[in-house]
């Protein structure tokens, strides 16, 4: 058996580790002189204005924070909100999921918040990203229907697809009807964390500022995919580039996140992996991930890293009133 700093290393080499080969294999689909013509001929006011597209959903997602805490007591500052966030994902970077501890420990020293508090507020929120990031999955497959069914028909055996889904669907249904019967302490952890994740759904709707939260979660969204799509133009050989191929591209390249640090390699292989359906070529593909990913990860390393050495400055008269 490992042990738990074995386990607790583990997490953060392996998906370094699996970003820089990922990395490597991006690079050695396309050749670095080629990468490089495509990343001088590119169109920077463009991605500039993807980069600035990304920047307000991040200002959202700070400012939105604060309608989940206000029930709760805490009117914390929008500038502590805005640092942590940012924080939280240059952290992201080095050790995963780690910037979400980060985030709640940052209010609890410089707004009091009670951590387990502030980390609750953020377990909700990510439970409203991952609706709305479904209902984009869904939209994607209403206006793509006719295209994912053809290429599934040319590409995979249809049959095997529907009947692994339909037994998934009832092996899943078996388990969670015994997990709920269960009295097994593991039994009752999942039924506490699911019942957990219920109520962090509904609450959003119990909140005083609801209209206000609902509207900031579905801002940072379409801001997301605004800037994938805008940011699409910088290239000449992705100009009249398919609405279905901007969203099953961000679609991949947000999954591709949770792979590895902060997308670190995954993210342009993703994209060149959802492009090759419709047809886009291999180069612009890769070059396309590269600029996406390494303008939006430039903002997050300078604000995020002024953040970090602001936050205790913003905040020194409060930490002078602690001594």
Same mark, same amino acid.
């Given at each position: 058996?490992?042990?738990?700093?074995t386990k607790?290393?583990?997490k953060i080499?392996?998906?370094?580790?699996?970003?820089? =080969?990922?990395? *490597?294999?991006?690079?050695?689909?396309?050749?670095?002189?080629?990468?490089?013509?495509?990343?001088?001929? /590119?169109?920077?006011? *463009?991605?500039?204005?993807?980069?600035?597209?990304?920047?307000?959903?991040?200002?959202? +997602?700070?400012?939105?924070? +604060? $309608?989940?805490?206000?029930?709760?007591?805490?009117?914390?500052? $929008?500038?502590?909100?805005?640092? /942590?966030?940012?924080? %939280?994902?240059?952290?992201?970077?080095?050790?995963? +999921?780690?910037?979400?501890?980060?985030?709640?420990?940052?209010?609890?020293?410089?707004?009091?918040?009670? $951590?387990?508090?502030? #980390?609750?507020?953020?377990?909700?929120?990510?439970?409203?990203?991952?609706?709305?990031?479904?209902?984009?999955?869904?939209?994607?497959?209403?206006?793509?229907?006719?295209?994912?069914?053809?290429?599934?028909?040319?590409?995979?055996?249809?049959?095997?697809?529907?009947?692994?889904?339909?037994?998934?669907?009832? #092996?899943?249904?078996?388990?969670?009807?015994?997990?709920?019967?269960?009295? =097994?302490?593991? %039994?009752?952890?999942?039924?506490?964390?699911?019942? !957990?994740?219920?109520? !962090?759904?509904?609450?959003?709707?119990?909140?005083?500022?609801?209209?206000?939260?609902? =509207?900031?979660?579905?801002?940072? *969204? %379409?801001?997301?995919?605004?800037? #994938?799509?805008?940011?699409?133009?910088?290239?000449?050989?992705?100009?009249?580039?398919?609405?279905?191929?901007?969203?099953? !591209?961000?679609?991949?390249a947000s999954?591709?996140?949770?792979?590895?640090?902060?997308?670190?390699?995954?993210?342009?292989?993703?994209?060149?992996? /959802? =492009?090759?359906?419709?047809?886009?070529?291999?180069?612009?593909?890769?070059? $396309?991930?590269?600029?996406? *990913?390494?303008?939006?990860?430039?903002?997050?390393?300078?604000? !995020?890293?002024?953040?970090?050495?602001?936050?205790?400055?913003?905040?020194?008269?409060?930490?002078?009133? +602690?001594?």
């Amino acid at each position: 058996m490992l042990s738990q700093n074995t386990k607790k290393s583990l997490k953060i080499i392996l998906p370094l580790l699996l970003g820089v =080969f990922l990395v *490597w294999y991006a690079l050695s689909k396309v050749s670095l002189d080629e990468l490089l013509v495509y990343l001088k001929k /590119a169109d920077y006011k *463009w991605i500039v204005l993807g980069v600035f597209l990304g920047l307000l959903s991040h200002l959202s +997602r700070a400012y939105r924070w +604060r $309608f989940m805490l206000e029930p709760l007591g805490y009117n914390i500052k $929008f500038c502590n909100s805005f640092m /942590a966030v940012f924080s %939280a994902y240059l952290i992201n970077f080095t050790i995963p +999921r780690a910037g979400e501890v980060v985030r709640a420990s940052i209010l609890t020293n410089y707004e009091d918040v009670p $951590f387990e508090k502030g #980390f609750g507020t953020i377990v909700s929120e990510r439970i409203a990203d991952v609706i709305v990031m479904m209902g984009i999955i869904l939209l994607t497959l209403f206006l793509q229907f006719d295209f994912i069914y053809n290429f599934l028909i040319t590409n995979f055996n249809l049959t095997k697809i529907i009947l692994g889904a339909i037994i998934f669907l009832v #092996f899943a249904g078996i388990i969670l009807k015994l997990i709920k019967q269960s009295k =097994f302490k593991v %039994a009752i952890k999942i039924k506490t964390f699911i019942k !957990g994740l219920l109520e !962090g759904v509904f609450s959003i709707f119990k909140m005083k500022k609801k209209w206000p939260f609902i =509207f900031h979660t579905l801002f940072i *969204w %379409a801001m997301y995919v605004l800037m #994938f799509y805008v940011t699409s133009f910088s290239l000449n050989e992705l100009q009249g580039i398919s609405i279905g191929a901007i969203l099953i !591209g961000f679609i991949s390249a947000s999954f591709s996140i949770a792979a590895t640090n902060g997308g670190i390699g995954s993210y342009p292989i993703a994209i060149y992996a /959802a =492009f090759s359906i419709f047809g886009i070529a291999k180069e612009p593909s890769l070059a $396309f991930g590269w600029i996406i *990913w390494s303008s939006q990860t430039l903002l997050i390393i300078i604000i !995020g890293g002024i953040s970090l050495v602001y936050l205790p400055l913003f905040n020194k008269k409060k930490n002078l009133s +602690r001594t």
